[in-house]
Every structure is written in C-alpha cells, then in structure tokens.
Antibody, heavy 123, light 110 residues
Framework: QITLKESGPTLVKPTQTLTLTCTFS??????????VGWIRQPPGKALEWLAL???????RYSPSLKSRLTITKDTSKKQVVLTMTNMDPVDTATYYC???????????????WGQGTLVTVSS | QSVLTQPPSVSAAPGQKVTISCSGS????????VSWYQQLPGTAPKLLIY???KRPSGIPDRFSGSKSGTSATLGITGLQTGDEADYYC???????????FGTGTKVTVL
C-alpha cells in the first residue's frame, strides 16, 4: 500500500524559506520509473505543478518557480524535501506530494497523493 | 492562467452522462499523454484516467477518457451524487517544459 504524507510549518512569514517534507511508504525511490512530485493549490484555485524528482536523482522544476525551488530525496529515510525561498502571501496554498510513475521526462502521471498540508504566508 | 482550458462547470441529473472538455495545443495535448484527476470536496486529488484513456485499478468504467488532436475529453456515465467533485486534466507541455493542469471543472449532480 502506497502512502505519502506532507509535513512542515503551517505558517511562514514573507521572505522566509519554506521547507516541506514528504514521508512515504510502500515504494522505493530507487526503483526505475518512480518519482515523487510536489503540487500546490491556492484556496479555491486550480492545481499547480511545482517539481518532480526521479529515481535517478534527475529533477524537473516549474519554469515560473525554478529559481526559488529545490527538491531533494533521501532514499533510505523514504523522504523527499521541497524548499521554496522568498515566500510571499500569494504562495499561500495546500501543498501536496505525490508518487509518480515515470516513463520519460515528458511522460509521467501522479498516481498516489498525500493528504496535503496548508501553508499560510503572513506576517 | 493555464494553457489547458476546461469549462468552469457542468451539471446533469443522476443517471445521466456528462462530458468535460480540455482544450490545449500541439505543444501539450497534441503531443503528450493526458491524465485526469478527480478532487472530491475537501480531499486530495485522485488519478482517474492516465495515458489519455486508461483507468487505474479500482476506477469504474463509468469514467472514460479520449483525445483528438489538441483536445481531450472526460466522460462520466451513470452520474452519481458521489461524483460531485472538481475534475482536472493535465499533461506535459513541451514548449513550457512544465507539467500543466487544466483550469478545472466542477461537476454538479442536480
């Protein structure tokens, strides 16, 4: 059974750096064709893809946020960490991590999702 | 604003059929596989359709996906109250080098 759970601060101040951890079970991030991604959703708005890390440590980032994002993995701890710098109130959203089945850099899907964690950016 | 356009809402009576369109371009839907996600109120999204028309295990065949050119369509037959949710299409955009989600469609069962 594949499960994922996001953890991190619920409130951050503007200009601070957000660090979110995705702890997963039921799969290995060293298995070929497996990835973990991050997706966010501002309140009442649509989903937005942020980043994806592959089993081979390759990484993809949303071009619009690339300068602010870093995704890393710790295979032994079964964790993926996303950091986002220079947080702004517009970054207030529910942040999800998700297991991805990857066939290529442009062919993948998010087939299992965590419950999400709401992050509010406010002073 | 997203490069994938969906109608904001669709509705139908229980037992009826609805279709949700997802309009894109050659750089996204036209040359890449489409997935559909269902988000029930207050919950995380769930994969409904992948590779244009495949259903993950456990997804009933009331849900179907298709793609033609630069558009994709999600169909739901035998509509149930439990199908009330937001639905998103998604795919890779080769020009943007980004995974893009559609604008989302709210399905209401009358």
């Amino acid at each position: 059974q594949i499960t994922l759970k996001e953890s991190g601060p619920t409130l951050v101040k503007p200009t601070q750096t957000l660090t979110l951890t995705c702890t997963f079970s039921g799969f290995s991030l060293s298995t070929t064709g497996v990835g973990v991604g991050w997706i966010r959703q501002p309140p009442g708005k649509a989903l937005e893809w942020l980043a994806l890390i592959y089993w081979n440590d390759d990484k993809r980032y949303s071009p619009s946020l690339k300068s602010r994002l870093t995704i890393t993995k710790d295979t032994s701890k079964k964790q993926v960490v996303l950091t986002m710098t220079n947080m702004d109130p517009v970054d207030t959203a529910t942040y999800y991590c998700a297991h991805s089945t990857v066939y290529s850099s442009s062919w993948f899907r998010f087939d299992y999702w965590g419950q999400g964690t709401l992050v509010t950016v406010s002073s | 604003q997203s490069v994938l356009t969906q109608p904001p809402s669709v509705s139908a009576a229980p037992g009826q059929k609805v279709t949700i369109s997802c309009s894109g371009s050659r750089s996204n839907i036209g040359n890449n596989y489409v997935s559909w996600y269902q988000q029930l109120p207050g919950t995380a999204p769930k994969l409904l359709i992948y590779d244009n028309n495949k259903r993950p295990s456990g997804i009933p065949d009331r849900f179907s996906g298709s793609k033609s050119g630069t558009s994709a369509t999600l169909g739901i037959t035998g509509l149930q109250t439990g199908d009330e949710a937001d639905y998103y299409c998604a795919t890779w955009d080769s020009s943007l080098s980004a995974y893009v989600f559609g604008t989302g469609t709210k399905v209401t069962v009358l």
